[in-house]
T-cell receptor, first 109, second 117 residues
Framework: GQNIDQPTEMTATEGAIVQINCTYQ??????LFWYQQHAGEAPTFLSY??LDGLEEKGRFSSFLSRSKGYSYLLLKELQMKDSASYLC??????????WGAGTKLIIKP | GAVVSQHPSWVICKSGTSVKIECRSL??????MFWYRQFPKQSLMLMAT?????????EQGVEKDKFLINHASLTLSTLTVTSAHPEDSSFYIC?????????????FGPGTRLTVT
């Protein structure tokens, strides 16, 4: 079967760095997405990785290793507004999105 | 975990025809379902929110007569794209929300890719 695993919840301190991991097993691979979702709002696109390596975008970076079925989202210089759920989703060979359950990130002062 | 399915996963239709997309929560009852539209490498755009048995609430700029939403039961919502045009070609994603304890959990469907020729 297809599945995406990511931690349910993480806690970090304002100003620190946090890494949210995502492992996947899917039938085919056409890219991995990271989204941020604040409570009551639609998910916001953060990154898309289809090739191995690290993609940096401001305070957020996303890494992909296709051979390991692994990705992480790295958030630096954490701010209180980064408290949200972070969703990992993989597009499979049929261009269907397989969603992780999301990681709730709690930022403490 | 909770599963949300969509049918069809891929549909091609001719301009001017209508197409219906189903969204089902397979092992839970969803009080609320959402319909999103996704543009490549962009955020999900919320189109409408529907509660079982009541009319959907559409976001600003979304034509309710063009995108008909029916939420007939706690496990099924449908989106009908009427008189489809090529600009309606997109990836449509539904999501179902349930109340878990004193907080909400939201689960997303795999999406339906619509191509209008």
């Amino acid at each position: 079967g297809q599945n995406i695993d990511q931690p349910t919840e993480m806690t970090a301190t304002e100003g620190a760095i946090v890494q949210i991991n995502c492992t996947y097993q899917t039938s085919g691979f056409n890219g991995l997405f990271w989204y941020q979702q604040h409570a009551g709002e639609a998910p916001t696109f953060l990154s898309y990785n289809v090739l191995d390596g690290l993609e940096e975008k401001g305070r957020f970076s996303s890494f992909l290793s296709r051979s390991k079925g692994y990705s992480y989202l790295l958030l630096k210089e954490l701010q209180m507004k980064d408290s949200a759920s972070y969703l990992c989703a993989v597009m499979d060979s049929n261009y269907q999105l397989i969603w992780g359950a999301g990681t709730k990130l709690i930022i403490k002062p | 975990g909770a599963v949300v399915s969509q049918h069809p996963s891929w549909v091609i239709c001719k301009s001017g025809t209508s197409v219906k997309i189903e969204c089902r929560s397979l092992d839970f009852q969803a009080t609320t379902m959402f319909w999103y539209r996704q543009f490549p490498k962009q955020s999900l755009m919320l189109m409408a929110t529907s509660n079982e048995g009541s009319k959907a609430t559409y976001e600003q700029g979304v034509e309710k007569d063009k995108f008909l939403i029916n939420h007939a039961s706690l496990t099924l919502s449908t989106l009908t794209v009427t008189s489809a045009h090529p600009e309606d070609s997109s990836f449509y994603i539904c999501s179902a929300r349930i109340l878990a304890g004193d907080s909400y959990e939201q689960y997303f469907g795999p999406g339906t890719r619509l191509t209008v020729t």
